[in-house]
C-alpha cells in the first residue's frame, strides 16, 4: 500500500492562500474559490472515469463547500496532520470521497499524482476514507448517520482539553434520515456545543429517488431549530455566501450551529445536474469530454 506524506511547503503555502483570501475583496475571493472548485471538479471527473466507480453527483454537489472550508476557513497543518489543536473535519457522507481525497491533495496533504490509484487494488484512496491510511481524515464514513455523533465527540473533546478547536461535519440530506443524527443533534444542544458546526449539503436526492419522496425532511430548518442548533440556510454554489457563514459561526453563544446549503447533484456539468442517476454513474468517454469542456468555461 502506498504510503502517503504532505508536499513539503504545503503549510505555508496554504496558510499565505488563507490569510489572502481573508483580506481579498468579496469578488476576487469568490473568483478564486470558484477556479479552485471547478479544479476539483475537473480532477474528481478524472479519477471516477479512470476508476470506473465513484459517486460524482454528491461530490460535485459538495465541492463547493469543500473548497471553501479548506482554502479559506480551516484551521490545519498539511504537514502535521495529527496536530492537535487542529479544527475537525468530518466528512460523513463518506461515500463523496473522490472530492475529499481531491481537495486534500490540492492543500498538499499527499502529492496529486496518488489521485491516479483512487480505487485501485490496495490504494490508500478506496471508496470509503480511512484515517489509518490517508493523512487528513478525521474519521472513517461511509455507513450514513455516523459523522454527526463523531463530531459531538470531537467537539467536547475539545472543550474538556480547553482546545478553541472546531469540529465541522458535512452531512448529506438524505442520510439524515438516520435517527442517529437526531441522537446527535440532540446531545450537541445539550451540552451547549458552539464549537460544533454541521452543514448539510442539501441537494434534494438520494440513492434512487428524492428525498420527499422516500421520507420527507421539510421543513429542515425548523427541526434544527426545535433541536436547539442556530441555523442559516445559503446557496451551497455561492463562494461568498458559504465563505460569510462558515466565518460566522458559532451563530449563538452556547448553541450549536447548522448551515443548509441548498445545492444540485451534479453541479456543474448540464447533464449530470439534479439527474438522480448521477448518484453513482460512472460517465463514458464521450460524456467525461463533454463534462471536462463545461467544466473547463
Same mark, same amino acid.
Not at 72 to 94: C, F, H, M, N, T
Given at each position: 500500500m502506498t504510503d502517503l506524506r504532505s508536499r513539503p511547503g504545503s503549510a505555508?503555502?496554504?496558510?499565505?492562500?488563507?490569510?489572502?483570501?481573508q483580506s481579498a475583496s468579496p469578488q476576487e475571493r469568490a473568483a478564486h474559490l470558484a477556479a479552485a472548485a471547478a479544479a476539483l471538479?475537473?480532477?474528481?471527473?478524472?479519477?471516477?472515469?479512470?476508476?470506473?466507480?465513484g459517486h460524482i453527483g454528491g461530490d460535485f454537489s459538495a465541492a463547493d463547500i469543500v473548497a471553501t472550508l479548506y482554502l479559506?476557513? @480551516?484551521?490545519?497543518?498539511?504537514? =502535521?496532520? !495529527? #496536530?492537535?489543536? &487542529?479544527?475537525?473535519?468530518?466528512?460523513?457522507?463518506?461515500h463523496a470521497s473522490a472530492i475529499l481525497y481531491a481537495t486534500l491533495a490540492m492543500t498538499g496533504f499527499f502529492d496529486d499524482a496518488a489521485l491516479d490509484t483512487y480505487m485501485a487494488p490496495?490504494?490508500?484512496?478506496?471508496?470509503?476514507?480511512?484515517?489509518?491510511?490517508?493523512?487528513?481524515?478525521?474519521?472513517?464514513?461511509?455507513?450514513?448517520?455516523?459523522?454527526?455523533?463523531?463530531?459531538?465527540?470531537a467537539a467536547l473533546a475539545a472543550r474538556l482539553a480547553g482546545s478553541a478547536r472546531r469540529a465541522f461535519v458535512l452531512t448529506g440530506d438524505g442520510e439524515l434520515q438516520e435517527g442517529s443524527n437526531w441522537e446527535a443533534a440532540m446531545a450537541g444542544a445539550h451540552f451547549?456545543?458552539?464549537?460544533?458546526?454541521?452543514?448539510?449539503?442539501?441537494?434534494?436526492?438520494?440513492?434512487?429517488?428524492r428525498t420527499e419522496e422516500t421520507n420527507a425532511?421539510?421543513? @429542515?430548518?425548523?427541526?434544527?431549530? =426545535?433541536? !436547539? #442548533?442556530?441555523? &442559516?440556510?445559503?446557496?451551497?454554489?455561492?463562494?461568498?455566501?458559504?465563505?460569510?457563514?462558515?466565518?460566522?459561526?458559532?451563530?449563538?453563544?452556547?448553541q450549536p450551529s447548522c448551515i443548509i446549503a441548498r445545492t444540485q447533484k451534479g453541479h456543474g456539468v448540464s447533464f449530470?445536474?439534479?439527474?438522480?442517476?448521477?448518484?453513482?454513474k460512472v460517465p463514458d468517454?464521450?460524456?467525461?469530454?463533454?463534462?471536462?469542456?463545461?467544466?473547463?468555461?
Open positions: 505555508g503555502e496554504l496558510a499565505a492562500r488563507r490569510d489572502w483570501l471538479r475537473r480532477r474528481d471527473l478524472e479519477m471516477i472515469t479512470e476508476a470506473r466507480m479559506a476557513v @480551516l484551521r490545519i497543518d498539511p504537514e =502535521a496532520p !495529527g #496536530w492537535p489543536d &487542529r479544527d475537525r473535519y468530518i466528512q460523513s457522507k463518506g490496495l490504494s490508500p484512496l478506496n471508496g470509503h476514507p480511512d484515517r489509518r491510511h490517508v493523512p487528513g481524515v478525521e474519521s472513517n464514513t461511509g455507513p450514513l448517520g455516523h459523522g454527526l455523533p463523531v463530531a459531538v465527540g451547549q456545543l458552539d464549537n460544533l458546526i454541521a452543514i448539510v449539503d442539501r441537494n434534494g436526492l438520494q440513492q434512487g429517488a425532511l421539510e421543513p @429542515l430548518a425548523d427541526k434544527w431549530t =426545535a433541536f !436547539g #442548533w442556530e441555523v &442559516r440556510e445559503v446557496d451551497g454554489h455561492d463562494h461568498e455566501q458559504l465563505y460569510q457563514a462558515l466565518c460566522a459561526v458559532p451563530f449563538a453563544a452556547g449530470m445536474t439534479d439527474r438522480v442517476e448521477w448518484h453513482h468517454a464521450q460524456q467525461a469530454r463533454d463534462a471536462q469542456e463545461e467544466l473547463s468555461r
